[in-house]
Nanobody
Framework: QLQLMESGGGLVQPGGSLRLSCTAS????????IAWFRQTPGKEREGVSY????????NYADSVKGRFTISRDSAKNTVYLQMNALKPEDGGHYYC?????????????????????WGKGTLVTVSS
């Protein structure tokens, strides 16, 4: 089973920044749309952002637009999620996932079923 690996989570104060990384050792991320999902206790996992295949379309949840940026580094086989101006409600377990998304699909419309491979998640805590 191919797997992704997330890193970069941690504890940060409100207003601070974190950069999450998603990489894979067994396959090339460029061939897939890569998405970030977030899950908090008692809530369903929700899409945060995705980047289309070969550094294509970028899409963001309304709650993170203007604060989060998703990008690829093909040479490092890594996708990043730069998170700025963090709020307590941004906290949760962040998962990256790889799949094939239609180019007109929004982050809000993404579901777990759209993605084929997942990481185990990294925890982000935003608190003073």
């Amino acid at each position: 089973q191919l797997q992704l690996m997330e890193s970069g989570g941690g504890l940060v104060q409100p207003g601070g920044s974190l950069r999450l990384s998603c990489t894979a050792s067994d396959f090339t991320l460029d061939y897939y749309a890569i998405a970030w999902f977030r899950q908090t206790p008692g809530k369903e996992r929700e899409g945060v952002s995705y980047i289309g295949r070969f550094d294509g379309t970028r899409n963001y949840a309304d709650s993170v637009k203007g604060r989060f940026t998703i990008s690829r580094d093909s040479a490092k086989n890594t996708v990043y999620l730069q998170m700025n101006a963090l709020k307590p409600e941004d906290g949760g377990h962040y998962y990256c996932a790889a799949g094939f998304l239609p180019p007109d699909k929004t982050t809000a419309e993404m579901t777990d079923d759209d993605m084929s491979y997942w990481g185990k998640g990294t925890l982000v805590t935003v608190s003073s």
